[in-house]
Antibody, heavy 117, light 112 residues
Framework: QVQLVQSGAEVKRPGASVKVSCKAS????????IHWLRQAPGQGLEWMGWINTNSGGTNYAQKFQGRVTMTRDTSISTAYMELSRLTSDDTAVYYCAREDQLRFDHWGQGTLVTVSS | QSVLTQPPSVSGAPGQRVTISCTGS?????????VHWYQQLPGTAPKLLIYANINRPSGVPDRFSGSKSGTSASLAITGLQAEDEADYYCQSYDSSLSAPYVFGTGTKVTVL
């Protein structure tokens, strides 16, 4: 069974950065893109971008351009999402998800990022 | 702001049938992009429920079914069960946007 396991919850000060990891297992990591999405408290799902786990190429939503960096380490089948210059509006659960033909067939368990002074 | 519109809530008694609509536009659902549905139980990650408009992943009960027509899609739950109480989101693709993976506003299903 495909698994995506994310790193634990984080509490950050405004202006700081956060880096969330997503470790994949039980499938060929480089065969699928990994996407990052987020869900603010009581809100819907918001797409942030993807990383081509084979080439390392990325595509970010315009809203996050300049603030988000997605990387991967193929040796340990892990993808990372770093978001900088955090504000309280970035408080959310962040998910990684595997894409298969424009849909997200497997999701990580989510990582709560709380931004508070 | 979500590109796809869903009713905020629907409810039904156990055993009843409920439907959830997902309305898009000519640049996403109407452009012949598939619609996918996700179920999000309280406090958990979304789970793929229906893919490519009508298909169920392995393990999803056949009580769940999807359809698509024009610029809209629907999710139906027949024989509603208490365990179906969750948030449901539709998702499609919109090539006109810089954030092309678009989601619905979400629908809370309540089992009375």
């Amino acid at each position: 069974q495909v698994q995506l396991v994310q790193s634990g919850a984080e509490v950050k000060r405004p202006g700081a950065s956060v880096k969330v990891s997503c470790k994949a297992s039980r499938y060929t990591f480089t065969g699928y893109y990994i996407h990052w999405l987020r869900q603010a408290p009581g809100q819907g799902l918001e797409w942030m971008g993807w990383i081509n786990t084979n080439s390392g190429g990325t595509n970010y939503a315009q809203k996050f351009q300049g603030r988000v960096t997605m990387t991967r380490d193929t040796s340990i089948s892990t993808a990372y999402m770093e978001l900088s210059r955090l504000t309280s509006d970035d408080t959310a659960v962040y998910y990684c998800a595997r894409e298969d033909q424009l849909r997200f067939d497997h999701w990580g368990q989510g990582t709560l990022v709380t931004v508070s002074s | 702001q979500s590109v796809l519109t869903q009713p905020p809530s629907v409810s039904g008694a156990p055993g009843q049938r409920v439907t959830i609509s997902c309305t898009g536009s000519s640049s996403n659902i109407g452009a012949d992009y598939d619609v996918h549905w996700y179920q999000q139980l309280p406090g958990t990650a979304p789970k793929l429920l229906i893919y490519a408009n009508i298909n169920r992943p392995s393990g999803v009960p056949d009580r769940f079914s999807g359809s698509k027509s024009g610029t809209s899609a629907s999710l139906a739950i027949t024989g509603l069960q208490a365990e179906d109480e969750a948030d449901y989101y539709c998702q499609s693709y919109d090539s006109s946007l810089s954030a092309p993976y678009v989601f619905g506003t979400g629908t809370k299903v309540t089992v009375l």
